[in-house]
């Protein structure tokens, strides 16, 4: 069982930026890959950004490349989302997950085992 608990949005202007966290519970951390997703008005959720169990390898939907960067500190038990040049079209609620099935990650949100609660961002323009 892994509790995963996000952290570190709010309200920013155009351009700005905001640092997501995700703290998951458990002495298993390191053994699942995580991902983020979002929802955003009027849209299913959707990957965002995934990074798989070492940290090395890293997948971006191309909407956020170049602008987000996903991390992981396996001692912390915690994943990052580092989002710079936020637009408004990147207001949504944000939410981290975890699965166990790919080492090297999945954009595939049904392959996700556990979900936090999510953390909403709101770009103004």
């Known amino acids: 069982q892994v509790q995963l608990v996000e952290s570190g949005g709010g309200l920013v202007q155009a351009g700005g930026s905001l640092r997501l966290s995700c703290a998951a519970s458990g002495r298993t951390f390191s053994t699942y890959a995580m991902g983020w997703f979002r929802q955003t008005p009027g849209k299913e959720r959707e990957f965002v950004a995934g990074v798989s169990v070492s940290g090395l390898h890293k997948m971006y939907q191309d909407f956020v490349k170049g602008r987000f960067t996903i991390s992981r500190d396996n001692a912390k038990n915690t994943v990052y989302l580092q989002m710079n040049s936020l637009k408004p079209e990147d207001t949504g609620l944000y939410y981290c997950?975890?699965?166990?099935?790919?080492?090297?990650?999945?954009?595939?949100?049904?392959?996700?085992?556990?979900w936090g609660q999510g953390t909403q961002v709101t770009v103004s323009s």
């Open positions: 997950a975890a699965e166990s099935r790919y080492p090297g990650g999945t954009q595939n949100s049904r392959e996700y085992d556990y």
